[in-house]
């Protein structure tokens, strides 16, 4: 039996990174893998499934675990130096996925520029969740290290997690004529809102209070507790606007703290990702195979069936919602005819060519 060790986010609270990690664990179990999960987040002490344990109880760990592979999920350099050392000696392999490449190594501090440099090198192998995140890592390491793996593994609904949510979200969702739900952090791109939030509150500003459509927005809104000053102050701001508009029985601001995106998905009409930057939209394809159409801007390579806008362009986001809106039937059912690919697969073949 293999056992593998995943560095990362878990949750909570939710997000990309962490569901990715909750979900590759439970399939690796399936898969008779044993796995242990060393976070910094404030997840439970463990699961079912999984040990789940603090970064900083790695050292010890190491000592006593006979890890196959280690899988870093975000890129801590100091921590990966440290654990490709130890790697000398215990022969495990190392795996790097980048989730996002947002940062320029060339602007990095001195010692962070070493660190960088030493791990690279030294990483047994490198996943690219998209072809933007590879062409940019290709400049630091050679290509036969790299292999590009989508992060989208199939999800799985607890009805727990419908269940917990907040009874006024529920009656909101049961409501709802036409449910559009998007997600994302509070935060900033080239000084632009990076998930297009204040996008879609104009969206709907146009949608009910000029055509007069029956229509409801629910965004997942993430990481609350996280912003920083500037962030508040402008989600604040979105709040308000969003009463200005007088759409406070329109939009719901739901701020995410027990549960997934897909429960929230299956219950939805539409999806709209306007992301002025993205690596590839997991929440997209969670979208496509919960059977509901999907709307994102063009700024990555977006899974197969997703309706295409220009970033930031408000007018043809407005068109495309439109045109799915009252064209509904025909694009429900153009959804249903795709097979979302599950990735999980490319990693499990992945770890079984390193532990060869």
């Known amino acids: 039996m293999k056992k593998i060790a995943l560095f990362g986010p878990y949750p909570p609270p939710y997000g990309g990174r962490s569901i990715h990690i909750k979900r590759l664990a439970q399939r690796l179990y399936e898969n008779n893998y044993t796995v242990?999960?060393?976070?910094?987040?404030?997840?439970?002490?463990?699961?079912?499934?999984?040990?789940?344990?603090?970064?900083?109880?790695?050292?010890?760990?190491?000592?006593?675990?006979?890890?196959?592979?280690?899988?870093?999920?975000?890129?801590?350099f100091k921590l990966i130096s440290i654990l490709i050392f130890f790697s000398k000696f215990f022969k495990y392999k190392t795996v790097l996925t980048y989730h996002s490449f947002r940062d320029n190594p060339v602007e990095y501090r001195f010692i962070e520029k070493l660190l960088?440099?030493?791990?690279?090198?030294?990483?047994?192998?490198?996943?690219?969740?998209?072809?933007?995140?590879?062409?940019?890592?290709?400049?630091?390491?050679?290509?036969?290290?790299?292999?590009?793996?989508?992060?989208?593994?199939?999800?799985?609904?607890?009805?727990?997690e419908f269940c917990v949510l907040p009874n006024s979200l529920k009656k909101f969702i049961n409501r709802s004529n036409f449910l559009i739900t998007a997600n994302g952090n509070i935060r900033f791109y080239n000084d632009e809102d990076l998930y297009g939030l204040d996008m879609l509150i104009d969206l709907m500003d146009k949608l009910v209070n000029n055509n007069s459509y029956n229509i409801q927005l629910l965004v997942a809104?993430?990481?609350?507790?996280?912003?920083?000053?500037?962030?508040r102050e402008y989600y604040n701001r979105l709040k308000k606007i969003i009463k200005n508009y007088s759409l406070e029985n329109n939009i719901y601001l739901y701020e995410v703290k027990n549960t997934e995106l897909y429960p929230l998905l299956r219950r939805s009409q539409l999806?709209?990702?306007?992301?002025?930057?993205?690596?590839?939209?997991?929440?997209?394809?969670?979208?496509?195979?919960?059977?509901?159409?999907?709307?994102?801007?063009?700024?990555?390579?977006?899974?197969?069936?997703?309706?295409?806008?220009?970033?930031?362009?408000?007018?043809k986001l407005y068109l495309q919602v439109n045109k799915v809106f009252n064209n509904y039937?025909?694009?429900?059912?153009?959804?249903?005819?795709?097979?979302q690919i599950d990735y999980f697969n490319d990693i499990n073949h992945l770890y079984m060519h390193l532990s060869k």
């Open 271 to 315: 999806f709209i990702r306007p992301t002025n930057t993205d690596s590839y939209g997991v929440s997209i394809a969670e979208a496509i195979y919960a059977g509901i159409p999907a709307i994102a801007s063009n700024v990555c390579e977006r899974p197969t069936g997703t309706i295409l806008f220009p970033s930031r362009n408000q007018e």
């Open 116 to 160: 960088f440099k030493y791990c690279i090198k030294r990483i047994d192998k490198f996943v690219c969740v998209g072809p933007s995140e590879y062409l940019k890592l290709c400049k630091y390491v050679n290509s036969n290290k790299i292999e590009v793996i989508q992060s989208y593994i199939q999800p799985f609904e607890d009805e727990y």
């Open 329 to 339: 039937l025909y694009y429900h059912e153009q959804v249903e005819t795709i097979d």
């Open 221 to 231: 809104v993430l990481g609350v507790e996280e912003q920083s000053e500037k962030e």
């Open 36 to 76: 242990d999960i060393y976070h910094n987040t404030k997840a439970k002490s463990g699961n079912s499934i999984s040990k789940i344990r603090r970064v900083k109880s790695i050292i010890f760990y190491i000592f006593k675990e006979k890890y196959d592979i280690i899988h870093f999920h975000d890129r801590n």
